[in-house]
């Protein structure tokens, strides 16, 4: 995996999922970028709810990791921007957050988000949400986005 730079490169043109990770807490970011090593994707990491909409309106994620609690933006105005967007509605998001499994089930698909995982979380449920995604829209789409 490496980490993408500033430069957006169109979906249609990439090779290997682009995945975002927005997060404000500096370890989670750090446990993400060294599990995320080993999947076939290029990924950004941002650190608050504006950055992360900003990227996504820049770089066209195929898949956002989204913590709900962030400053500026929480996930779920983010998610809910990116999902009411019909030019964005196909990124996948799985939302992240210790706000418990009863309100994380019932909360994340009122904004639209795809998935859902509880702080702490397991790696590997973490890996198949991710692959099945990924499966679900990069490689049926990218062939046939813009």
Same mark, same amino acid.
């Given at each position: 995996?490496? /980490? &993408? %730079?500033? =430069?957006p490169?169109?979906? &249609? !043109?990439? &090779?290997?999922?682009?995945?975002? $990770?927005?997060?404000?807490?500096? %370890?989670?970011?750090? #446990? ?8 076939d +994707? ?5 650190? !608050?709810?504006?950055?992360?909409? %900003?990227?996504? #309106? $820049?770089?066209?994620p ?9 400053? %500026?933006?929480?996930?779920? =105005? $983010? ?7 019909e /030019? #964005? ?12 499994? $009863? ?5 994340s698909?009122?904004?639209? +988000?795809?998935?859902?995982?509880? &702080? ?7 890996? /198949? ?16 986005? /813009?």
């Amino acid at each position: 995996m490496t /980490e &993408k %730079e500033n =430069q957006p490169i169109p979906r &249609k !043109d990439r &090779k290997r999922p682009l995945i975002m $990770v927005a997060d404000d807490d500096p %370890e989670i970011r750090k #446990l993400l970028r060294i599990f995320l090593d080993d999947l076939d +994707a290029d990924l950004i990491v941002v650190t !608050d709810g504006a950055e992360a909409l %900003e990227s996504v #309106l $820049v770089h066209r994620p195929d898949l956002v990791l989204l913590d709900v609690m962030m400053p %500026e933006l929480n996930g779920w =105005q $983010v998610c809910k921007y990116i999902k009411s967007k019909e /030019e #964005l509605a196909s990124i996948g998001i799985i939302m992240i957050t210790a706000i418990g499994p $009863v309100n994380n089930e019932l909360t994340s698909p009122l904004f639209g +988000a795809d998935d859902y995982l509880d &702080k702490p979380f397991d790696f590997d449920e973490l890996e /198949e949400k991710i692959k099945r995604i990924l499966a679900a829209g990069f490689y049926s789409s990218s062939s046939s986005e /813009e």
